[in-house]
């Protein structure tokens, strides 16, 4: 007899694990992610997966229900960040899926492990396209957004088909895999000992991988001719968890570097050789670039255009554990392929004791540059005004994050995810997580609730208004588990600003304003949580600091100036309005 001859759906009773010699499908899932050592699941629970969540916190998982698929998914994806082990999301079929494969597509593209566990319906019924009940092929509709997509349908191959999972997510660079579970899967008993046998703890899932020797004198030879080099720290860096010996390599190197958002902390924003507040210079500058777990891709412009000087100015040596991820974008004249850990440690080997540190010229020019910006910087900081402007409020945040560097900041938005990533000094690795490669409004609260779950840390959500309505319905789940989060919502009355109008003249609002003075702080006390409306800088840092230090889960209405934010923030120039704008300018210039 064949585990799905037998396939039946069991009562609560016959599941219960000490009474049984059978075992079936939801337990062999849970025992297979077990094994692996998952200990959090994120999900919304419906038809088929319920029970597979109350079995899995019965088994002592601990399984956190969210309000929507997609926040779930965004946790289990800053997860896979912040552990470097696969976030597990769990989804219903058909709808649910497609909720969760939004967040999954957004783990494969920013390099994240994840895993998405999602029940499906009948596959006979499916597959002959009868109708059924959330009808839906998602195997197929998954596996071009994720590293790799598998379907179970047998309770002996559950074992496998985990273990082939968390593998995919792991191995080389990290993405999302997808895992189809049909209902009728969970349902399936089989032999208690002979199910046990059958699953696998996967041994050595991200292997070490050296870079060659010949690879490694290259990057060192390049490195060593540079005058003015310069390192760019990628989220790939923060991820490989290897603090300690980034940092020596970027000292022992002593050349400048810039972190990218979620890079930001791996060596503290205040060090001396970061060059975050000279960004334009040393881009503009540098003639050789190294980068460590970061890509070349839009967020560096590419590695051309007017930011980065001269055409052909540059030397780029790049270490990633991504074969072809090297030259997609700009030819790199020494590639070191391989994990950071192994990469900066082989090159830390082969420097010798007669490294020479780029000039003074060059080191201390940056420094003057980053010191004088600092400085004009914090003058700004320390503005009054009312209504406050961003960096009146961000001031006082950029202090609490000081005063209390082991707080995660969670960020998103438009002005409010540009400003405080440039204003908002992070102190130690992994400590900022916002909206990544794709640049996704929404993943605040699923960011925010991940960091809070698997550090224990406070976190701090930065949240632009616009983006935290994507994802605001999760002050509830934030209130029900009793998180350590702070939500500022910067509040500007809208998308960019809060002041544009109709030009039809007709009665409804501009198409990026909303309701003005909303009073999203109301939206926490409906749940028990502490609301806090802020009109001055004073009282903004007076309930940071409280919320902080209390632990409770707290949103601060922040009141911003409707006229303060710009069209896309930092990134206007990606508005194709922008590129018509140009093309009339030069237009009226050929006319004259
Ligand atoms: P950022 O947006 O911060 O610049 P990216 O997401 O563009 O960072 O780049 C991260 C890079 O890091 C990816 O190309 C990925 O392949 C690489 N990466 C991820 N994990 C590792 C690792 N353990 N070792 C080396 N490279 C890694
Ligand atoms: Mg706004």
């Known amino acids: 007899m064949t585990p799905s001859d037998t396939a039946a759906t069991l009562d609560a009773e016959s599941t219960d694990p000490a009474s049984r010699d059978l075992t079936d499908g939801f337990h062999l899932l849970i025992d297979a992610l077990k094994l692996n050592g998952v200990e959090t699941i994120y999900n919304v629970p419906g038809i088929p997966i319920t029970d597979l969540g109350r079995y899995a916190q019965a088994e002592g998982l601990r399984v956190l229900s969210f309000r929507h698929e997609q926040s779930a998914g965004y946790a289990a994806a800053a997860a896979g960040f912040l552990t470097k082990k696969p976030g597990i999301c769990m989804t219903v079929s058909a709808p649910g899926f497609l909720n969760g494969l939004t967040a999954l597509a957004h783990a494969t593209t920013n390099c994240w492990p994840m895993i998405l566990i999602s029940g499906s319906s009948e596959r006979e019924v499916v597959d002959l396209q009868q109708g059924d009940y959330e009808e839906m092929d998602q195997l197929a509709i998954a596996r071009p957004h994720c590293k790799a997509a598998y379907r179970i349908l047998h309770a002996r191959d ?19 895999v997808y895992l189809d579970i049909p209902g009728a899967l969970l349902g399936q008993v089989m032999d208690e000992a002979e199910g046990a046998a059958s699953l696998i703890k996967v041994v050595d899932p991200a292997p070490a991988h050296f870079p060659g020797p010949d690879a490694v004198a290259r990057a060192v030879e390049v490195l060593q001719g540079a005058k003015k080099p310069l390192i760019i720290l990628g989220k790939g860096a923060a991820y490989a968890q290897a603090d300690e010996t980034v940092k020596r390599l970027v000292e022992t190197l002593g050349f400048p570097y ?37 890509r070349l891709n839009w967020l560096l412009g590419h590695g051309k255009g007017k930011q980065w000087g001269e055409p052909g100015s540059k030397t780029f040596v790049q270490i990633d554990i991504e074969p072809k991820e090297i030259d997609s974008n700009q030819p790199i004249a020494a590639p070191l392929v391989g994990d950071i850990e192994s990469c900066c440690t082989a090159l830390l080997d082969a420097i010798g004791d007669d490294w020479q540190k780029p000039s003074e010229d060059w080191t201390g020019g940056v420094s003057t540059k980053v010191k004088g910006n600092v400085e004009k910087m914090s003058s700004q900081l320390r503005n009054n005004s009312n209504p406050m402007n961003y960096y009146a409020a961000l001031g006082v945040l950029k202090k609490a994050i000081a005063d209390r560097p082991d707080t995660i900041l969670a960020n998103e938005g438009a002005n409010a995810l540009d400003m405080t990533r440039s204003i908002v000094d992070i102190h130690k690795p992994r400590k900022r997580i916002d909206v990544g490669t794709w640049g996704i409004m929404g993943v605040g609260m699923g960011n925010a609730i991940a960091a809070a779950v698997e550090t224990g840390c406070p976190v701090l959500a930065v949240e632009g208004d616009s983006a935290f309505g994507f994802c605001g319905m999760e002050v509830e789940t934030i209130c029900r588990y009793n998180l350590p989060i702070c939500i500022v919502v910067m509040n500007n009355n809208g998308i960019y600003r809060g002041d544009d109008v109709n030009k039809s003249g007709g009665s409804d609002p501009a198409p990026t304003v909303f309701v003005p003075d909303a009073r999203y702080d109301r939206m926490m006390e409906a749940f028990g949580g502490h609301g806090v409306h802020a009109t001055t800088p004073d009282e903004l840092g007076r309930a940071v600091e409280e919320a902080l230090s209390s632990g409770r889960p707290t949103l601060i209405n922040a009141v911003i100036d409707p006229k303060a934010g710009k069209e896309s923030g930092n990134i206007g120039s990606l508005n194709p309005q922008s590129v018509v704008a140009k093309m009339r300018e030069q237009a009226k210039i050929g006319a004259a």
């Not at 930001?264 to 210079?281: E, F, N, Q």
Request: net charge positive; with cysteine; aromatic share 2%.
């Open 258 to 294: 810039l972190p990218m958002s979620m890079a930001k902390g791996l060596l503290p924003d205040t060090h001396p050789l970061c060059a975050s507040a000279a960004r334009s210079m040393v881009l503009k500058e540098a003639d050789c670039v190294f980068l460590i777990g970061a």
């Open 158 to 176: 559950i074992g496998v088909g985990v273990a082939r999972a968390i593998r995919s997510a792991l191995t080389g660079r990290p993405g999302g």
